[in-house]
Every structure is written in C-alpha cells, then in structure tokens.
C-alpha cells in the first residue's frame, strides 16, 4: 500500500511538472504566433509603383510544426508574377522577399515589424531551416542547407533574420 501511494504521489508529481512546461510551451508558442515581418520586397521605379517580379517565395512556419507555425521556412520558390505583398506578415503565411548581396553571398532578410516581446529568449528566436531548400529564379539557383540562425538585433529597427543561401 505505502509502494502504490509513493508511486501514485510520484505520478502526480510528473504529469504536474508536464503540465506547466506545456502551458509555458504553448503560452510561447501564442506569443510567436504574433510575430510580424516587414516587408522586404523593393518596389519598381515606374509609374504604378508596382512590385518587381523577381525575388524569392517563402512560407514562414517549420516543416517540423506541419508548416503553420514556428520560425523558419517551410519552402522556398521563385515568384515569377506576384501578386502585391502585404506589407506585413505573420508565421504560417507566404511572403515575397528580395535577394540581395554581399560580400558573403546571396541571402534574404527577415525584419521583425514590431519589438520582440520580452517573454521571448534567444533560444525562443532561432529561426530554422528543417530540410535543405532549393528553387530557381530566371537563370539563377538558390539553395539553403539545413541549419538554425540566431536573431540578429542590429537588422532594421527591431531585429530579424539574414539567412544566406549555400
């Protein structure tokens, strides 16, 4: 009887403990959802002031988390008649981003749209890349390997991502 009370008391004791990490997960996991990304898409200079048609599709969410929620790319694809990007975006949805240069490579930015909320950590901020990505633009290709990227705080106003292709 002592053994089955100790075992039931220690059961107890673990499905508590999973209980908070869980709520802390998915109270994390809320605040990410709200995440909002600028617009990164250069603008033409013609009279219209439409979107140029090159740049890189992405759908912001994880492979991992069935594409509709965490930080990193899900997929990536050339974007050859884009429609107008909203300006801002949040996890799980498409948005078009311009490729740019440097003197290491090719890469894309994310920039946050707003203050990282503070509840937020470094760690909470890693941006993935699940499964090596690949797509073709005109007459270029563009490639990202599987890896994680850490914020990068001084990007535009509030922060974001570069995440440079292989």
Do not use: W
């Not at 600028?38 to 599709?57: A, C, M, V, W």
């Not at 912001?60 to 975006?89: V, Y």
């Not at 993935?128 to 270029?140: A, M, R, S, W």
């Amino acid at each position: 009887m002592k053994k089955t009370f100790s075992f039931l008391l220690f059961i107890s004791i673990l499905v508590s403990c999973s209980k908070e990490d869980l709520s802390v997960t998915s109270d994390k996991e809320a605040i990410m959802g709200q995440l909002e990304f600028l617009d990164d898409f250069p603008k033409t200079t013609n009279s219209q002031d439409e979107y140029s048609p090159q740049g890189i599709r992405v759908r912001i969410a994880r492979p991992k988390k069935d594409c509709k929620k965490g930080i990193g790319f899900c997929r990536i694809k050339s974007n050859p008649n884009p429609e107008i990007p909203d300006p801002i975006t949040t996890l799980g949805l498409e948005k078009t981003l311009a490729v740019h240069s440097d003197s290491k490579g090719n890469y894309v930015q994310l920039l946050f749209a707003n203050e990282v909320p503070s509840e937020l950590n470094n760690t909470d901020l890693l941006f993935y890349i699940d499964n090596d990505l690949e797509t073709k633009v005109g007459e270029f290709y563009y490639s990202i390997k599987k890896k994680t990227i850490e914020a990068d705080k001084s990007l535009g106003a509030f922060g974001g991502y570069k995440i440079y292709f292989d």
